[in-house]
């Protein structure tokens, strides 16, 4: 899933400080998922905001509404009678449904409260690491299911890179496991470690033109 | 309704809100500006209930709940703890002062320690109030 990490409240206070009348739009999928931007988030934010603007003796009227999915138009249309009566959107999706929200209402000015970041998934309660770096080029048949594009510190398509810490971490972060030594191991297990001597030629990094597109039924 | 200057303490009904109880009918009193929320656990009390009794006004949310090792619900009350820091920490984030919500832990049968901390409770919320108007 995609995970995201909420801004600095000061950001997102510095954004909002012209606007008075704000919708604030949480996405419930991925990013409600990694605690970042579902119902509760948008509800704690919105208190975070209004008690902000009270201290700074000003005030603030928010609209609290969580979208099930921010980056489907036919989802974000339904907020349509919530519009009128706000001047700007402060929106919790990742940068899909942000960019949903704008072209849909595109009248009003969205602002992102989330730094989108990875697609990974949970580690264990409270933490997500990358899995996937959507490279469009995907090979882990040959890897054992474990990606080194983004698991690989260094990215490296014909590993390991010689230096490996004792206990198989990773030489530029020591909490992190080597991805080589994690490639090696899963075919060992699976009697294929014949595919260590095979040459990977350099990533193909046009496999996927900017902006990406996939058309169903088209392979 | 208004909680303007209040004390609100959300009560776990096993621990904090006997321990009120138990301070009522021996008549030890408690600070005037104290309003209890009994809850079934004070796992139940999420940040946003903490938080939104600070936008009615609340000048302290305190979380009583029942001692290490005996929670009710087995873990209601460390839970509560790490929803306690987290709404501190966003608190600070938007320059009010994080101490102005704590967690305490006591037992049903301890009605002074309820008075000493929701008196304790009072006093910091006062000197805090004081510090802010100083700004």
């Known amino acids: ?219 | 309704m208004s909680m303007k200057g209040t004390i609100v303490a959300f009560c776990c009904q096993h621990s904090g809100y006997p321990a009120a109880d138990l301070a009522g009918k021996l008549g030890l009193g408690s600070p005037e500006a104290l309003r209890i929320i009994r809850v079934p656990c004070a796992g139940r009390v999420d940040v946003i209930h903490m938080l939104r009794a600070f936008e009615k006004g609340a000048s302290a949310v305190a979380v009583l709940g029942c001692e290490e090792g005996a929670c009710h619900h087995i873990t209601g009350n460390t839970r509560a703890k790490e929803r306690v820091e987290q709404c501190s920490m966003l608190l600070k984030e938007i320059g009010i002062d994080g101490r102005r919500v704590v967690m305490f832990r006591l037992s049903p049968n301890a009605p002074r320690k309820f008075v000493d901390v929701t008196n304790e409770i009072e006093m910091a919320a006062e000197s805090q109030g004081r510090q802010d108007d100083n700004r």
């Open chain 1, 1 to 219: 899933m995609i995970i995201a990490e909420r801004k600095p409240i000061a950001e997102i206070t510095r954004a909002l400080a012209p606007y008075k009348n704000v919708l604030v739009a949480g996405c419930g999928t991925c990013v409600a998922v990694c605690w970042a931007g579902g119902e509760k988030e948008v509800g704690v934010l919105a208190s975070q905001l209004r008690l902000a603007r009270g201290a700074e003796g000003s005030q603030i009227s928010i609209m609290e509404t969580t979208v099930e999915r921010q980056c489907e138009k036919e989802m974000v249309t339904d907020l349509k009678d919530r519009m009128a009566e706000v001047d700007a959107v402060l929106s919790l999706a990742c940068g899909a449904g942000v960019q949903t929200m704008a072209e849909i209402f595109d009248d009003k000015p969205v602002f992102p409260a989330v730094n989108t970041t990875f697609i990974g998934r949970p580690e264990r309660e409270g933490m997500w690491v990358e899995m996937c770096g959507a490279c469009g080029d995907c090979y882990l048949d040959r890897t054992g299911g474990v990606c080194p594009v983004v698991r690989c510190a260094k990215g490296l398509m014909n590993g390991p890179c010689g230096g490996t810490r004792k206990g198989g971490k990773c030489e530029i972060d020591p909490d992190k496991d080597c991805a080589w030594v994690l490639i090696y191991r899963r075919l060992e297990k699976q009697n294929r470690l014949d595919l260590m001597r095979e040459y990977c030629a350099p990533k193909n990094f046009r496999a996927v033109k900017r902006p990406g597109r996939v058309q169903a039924g088209k392979a």
